[in-house]
């Protein structure tokens, strides 16, 4: 996180760039949600995998699922925020509804993407997108699905029209040949 601030104040000054987004675990975002509104951040992306205080610190190695509320409320005023989620047999199953919820309180989308089989996740099974939808009808009825062209992730709204859930299945729909992003990883490469 040190330097992001004048980076995204660097790079949105470049011509033709459309957007900055940026994905976070929340955690410092309300603390510095002034600073990255006003250096030129466009969307953020917030990585919640379950709501549960107990399992998402589980999952994040005791981080506070409030800290990361509080953030997102800090910034969804000024800039359109969306909810991250990966969702992993055994572990967070049972955080399908909380997030879809989440998603209708906050009118917000809520993206449940695909876990990848990377060797750090080789020993998890993901849950399907036909089966996180099948468990989010159980409750609302029928999705309704929406157009997004240069999204990555395909999204579904309500009946009511609150809230919205959106998936990125990388593994059963594949669309990197369509990507037009690039991304600054953690570790400072550009994917």
Same mark, same amino acid.
């Given at each position: ?28 975002? +309300? ?7 006003? &250096?030129?951040?466009?969307? $953020?992306? #917030?990585?919640?995998?379950? !709501?549960? /205080? ?39 199953? +049972? ?7 989440? &998603?209708?309180?906050?009118? $917000?989308? #809520?993206?449940?993407?695909? !876990?990848? /089989? ?74």
């Amino acid at each position: 996180f040190p330097g992001i601030i004048d980076f995204i104040k660097h790079i949105a000054i470049l011509p033709k760039l459309e957007k900055i987004a940026m994905t976070t675990n929340g955690i410092l975002l +309300q603390q510095y949600s002034e600073s990255l509104i006003k &250096s030129g951040l466009g969307s $953020i992306n #917030v990585s919640i995998d379950a !709501l549960t /205080p107990s399992v998402f610190a589980a999952i994040t190695r005791g981080a506070d699922i409030n800290k990361v509320i509080a953030g997102i409320n800090s910034v969804c005023k000024y800039i359109p925020v969306k909810v991250n989620s990966v969702i992993i047999k055994g572990l967070n199953e +049972q955080e399908i509804i909380p997030l879809v919820d989440f &998603s209708r309180e906050y009118n $917000i989308a #809520v993206r449940f993407i695909e !876990l990848m /089989p990377f060797s750090q996740t080789k020993t998890y099974e993901g849950i399907s997108e036909a089966q996180i939808k099948a468990v989010i009808s159980s409750k609302y009825g029928k999705l309704y699905a929406e157009k997004d062209g240069a999204s990555t992730a395909h999204y579904y709204s309500f009946a009511d029209k609150r809230g919205k859930v959106g998936f990125i299945s990388a593994m059963s729909h594949k669309f990197c040949s369509s990507c037009n992003r690039i991304r600054l990883m953690a570790d400072g490469s550009l994917r």
